[in-house]
């Protein structure tokens, strides 16, 4: 662990500055959750609309008192099995959380990463710290270090480099502001794992008409080629002529009429191919293609979060 880089990068999270940070999902762009002018520069960088709240995240459980008033009963018991872990939970706030995190809602969320350097980070800049996904608004997350630095190594004053992420997906958010428990987001904690524990949980992922969390929207994550979810060797012929990169989820065999291909999971793992997600896409986005074929996952397990960034990253309708 670079203790010299993770004590530099608190030093400037005390001081007001913002800096990019490993998560075991993706990396995030912190600033100092009670300083509201840090976090105004969190969402310049990013571009990021003011309407579209932030995740905030504590480096010790002691400090979620700091943001919320309790915690029902049901968080509690998904706090103790997930975190540290991919799992996001929204409750209602302490007054004093600065309203340009939670975009003048009544509810914070927040969560506890799974990554040694920045719960040291965390605890010494001694402020829960916030953290939307480190890419421009609406472009995919970024997964390494060097995502972070080719998108925004110029705006920002510091990246605590972690290596890669081993998830690759964003955290689970799971809303407890309502009389039911309800899925926001899906992530990197399967929905199955969460309704293992606390019963049936509501999905509210699809409410694009004002989004209570707008990475819901429905152009999310979007690369900037266009992805077309759909595989079959009749769409495949369909765009012969043109440039056409293939996403693959496991090992498609000899295809010689397509060219590249990523291939997520050799053997069709759902956690391996989570974790490859965002770089592949990226690859296959810097190739000057004109559209990326995306073989669809299975919906079980962490195939829902997957193939639901596959579908906002798709533009349907854009080519044809
Ligand atoms: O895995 C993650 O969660 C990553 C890493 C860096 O921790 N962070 C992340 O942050 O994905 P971001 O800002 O890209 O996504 C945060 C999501 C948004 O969709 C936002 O709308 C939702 O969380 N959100 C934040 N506060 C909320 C609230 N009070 N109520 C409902 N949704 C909220
Ligand atoms: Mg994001």
Known sequence: MNERAIHKAADIIKRGGIVAFP???????????????????????????????????????????????????????????????PLTIVLFKKENVPDIVTSGLQTVAVRMPKHEMTLKLIKLSGTPVVGPSANPFGYLSPTKAEHVREQLGDQIDFILDGGPCEVGLESTIISFVEKNPKLLRPGGIPLEEIEAIIGKVEIDVNNHKNPSAPGMLPK????????????????IRKYRDKKVGLLAFKDPGPLDSI??????????????????????????????????????????????????????????????
């Open 259 to 320: 060219n590249p291909i990523e291939v997520l999971s050799k053997n069709g793992d759902l956690r391996e191919a989570a974790a490859n997600l965002f770089t592949a896409i990226r690859r296959l986005d810097q190739l000057g293609l004109d559209l990326i074929l995306a073989e669809p996952v299975p919906e079980v397990g962490l195939g829902r979060a997957i193939m639901d960034r596959l579908q906002r990253a798709s533009h349907k309708g854009a080519i044809n």
């Open 23 to 85: 998560t075991e999902t993706v990396y995030g762009l912190g600033a100092d959750a009670f300083n509201p002018m840090a976090v105004a520069r969190v969402f310049e960088v990013k571009q990021r609309p003011y309407f579209d709240p932030l995740i905030v995240h504590i480096g010790d459980l002691s400090e979620i008192n700091k943001l919320i008033k309790e915690i029902p009963y049901d968080a509690g018991r998904l706090i103790e099995c997930f975190w540290p872990g």
């Open 220 to 235: 999310h994550y979007a690369p900037r080629t266009p992805i077309l979810l759909e595989w079959s060797q009749k769409t």
